[in-house]
């Protein structure tokens, strides 16, 4: 079965990084778009980082500079590589993956999740 398994979440004061890993099974990571979201308390889900499956990133606005999404082909994994966080950084961390070459705009269009990891700034 597909699976997305997360890892790496904790708590962490400001200032500080941390570094999430999404290992993939039964599918590699190199030929779909993989994306990071988060859910925040008060807030929906929303999206922080994607890799196309040629390489390309995308990131919003609220990470740029702070936060790097990479991925292992080897290991068929993708992390995240989060510095100089924030409280307002706290929330579920997500990955998942949409099963198309370029990262879609839509939520609706990822077809399958992890469960998460929970990332807490304080």
């Known amino acids: 079965d597909v699976q997305l398994v997360e890892s790496g979440g904790g708590w962490v004061q400001a200032g500080g990084s941390l570094r999430l890993a999404c290992v993939a099974s039964?599918?590699?990571?190199?030929?779909?778009?993989m994306t990071w979201f988060r859910q925040v308390p008060g807030r929906g889900r929303e999206g922080v980082a994607g890799i196309d499956s040629d390489g390309t990133t995308e990131y919003a606005d609220f990470v740029k500079g702070r936060f790097t999404i990479l991925k292992d082909e080897a290991k068929n994994t993708v992390y995240l590589q989060m510095n100089s966080l924030k409280p307002e950084d706290t929330g579920m961390y997500y990955c998942?993956?949409?099963?198309?070459?370029?990262?879609?705009?839509?939520?609706?269009?990822?077809?399958?999740w992890g469960l998460g990891t929970q990332v807490t700034v304080s």
């Open positions: 998942a993956v949409s099963w198309e070459r370029l990262c879609p705009p839509d939520q609706a269009d990822f077809a399958f």
């Open positions: 039964e599918f590699t990571v190199s030929t779909d778009c």
